[in-house]
């Protein structure tokens, strides 16, 4: 009982500390918290400014 309890205690503590985690990243932005920033070439500045445009008529 006592080993069962223990278990279940882990398991949720963990997946509490995974959303945690998660979320903390996620209010960084795409960029901040990704592990590759320093060495990624694609400039995340541009990209989002690229997302925010609107297309023109002939894109789809």
Do not use: E, H, N, W
Not at 10 to 16: L, P, R, W
Not at 30 to 48: D, E, G, Y
């Amino acid at each position: 009982m006592i080993i069962d309890i223990l278990i279940v205690t882990i398991v949720f503590g963990y997946a509490g500390f995974a959303l945690y985690r998660g979320f903390k990243k996620s209010k960084k932005g795409a960029c901040a918290s990704c592990s590759q920033q320093k060495s990624c070439s694609a400039a995340c500045s541009s990209a989002s400014a690229a997302s925010l445009a609107t297309p023109s008529k002939g894109d789809k």
